[in-house]
């Protein structure tokens, strides 16, 4: 069974709304990953956060990290149209990093 | 400096001829991992490879699915009497140590297409 699962599947929203994305996992973390994937190719690694943080910021990217219930959100601010592709979390519970099935994000111009 | 190449980057087989993927991680990267993303699917963990350690065949679909490592360099993944079903973009990633602490970098992925 996958170890992240994002929320929602597909987002649809307008250039320069948020975009939000969430993720739950199941087994304790050291930390938890988001990566991003255009064109169904190879990814990009975005943000870590480790298992002692609770936010992290990174450009227009906001991550954060609630370890007692499981879960992380991906917040990206001003969104552009760059920003259209799938976003998926990770952790690595035991060094075999394991990905959730993503959340497809759609900027409408 | 160089980042994670696979090669080739698109290969069309017969079903049951055998294919041979080719990753070269980054120089220095101890960590390798493979993974196989079906079209509009998540990313499926295949094998991972660790420095000088055994590797973690536990995401292998079957028996036809091989990988290899050569010390802490490139990397091939074999499918044997491929299927239909083995259709897929095949991803390499290479990391400075575990995933459990450090981020993995992706290479640009083969597509497979099984007739």
């Known amino acids: 069974s996958q170890q992240g699962e994002e929320d929602p599947q597909a987002l649809s929203i307008q250039e320069g709304e948020n975009a939000t994305m969430n993720c739950s996992y199941k087994t304790s973390i050291n930390n938890l990953q988001w990566y991003r994937q255009n064109s169904g190719r190879g990814l990009v690694h975005l943000i870590l956060?480790?298992?002692?943080?609770r936010e992290k910021h990174s450009g227009r990217l906001r991550v954060t990290l609630d370890t007692s219930k499981k879960s992380s959100s991906l917040l990206i601010t001003a969104s552009r149209a760059a920003d259209t592709a799938s976003y998926f979390c990770?952790?690595?519970?035991?060094?075999?990093?394991?990905f959730g099935k993503g959340t497809r994000l759609h900027i409408l111009p | 400096g160089a980042g994670v190449s696979q090669s080739p980057s698109n290969k069309v087989t017969e079903k049951g001829k055998d294919v041979e993927l080719r990753c070269d991680p980054i120089s220095g990267h101890t960590a390798l991992y493979w993974y196989r993303q079906r079209l509009g699917q998540g990313l499926e963990f295949l094998i991972y490879?660790?420095?000088?350690?055994?590797?973690?065949k536990s995401g292998l679909p079957s028996d036809r699915f091989s990988a290899e490592r050569t010390g802490e360099s490139v990397s091939t993944l074999t499918i044997q009497r491929t299927q239909q079903e083995d259709s897929a973009v095949y991803l390499c990633a290479s990391g400075i140590g575990a995933s459990s602490y450090n981020e993995q970098f992706f290479g640009p992925g083969t597509r497979l297409t099984v007739l």
């Open positions: 490879f660790q420095g000088n350690s055994a590797p973690d």
């Open positions: 990770a952790t690595a519970p035991d060094d075999k990093i394991i």
């Open positions: 956060i480790r298992s002692n943080e």
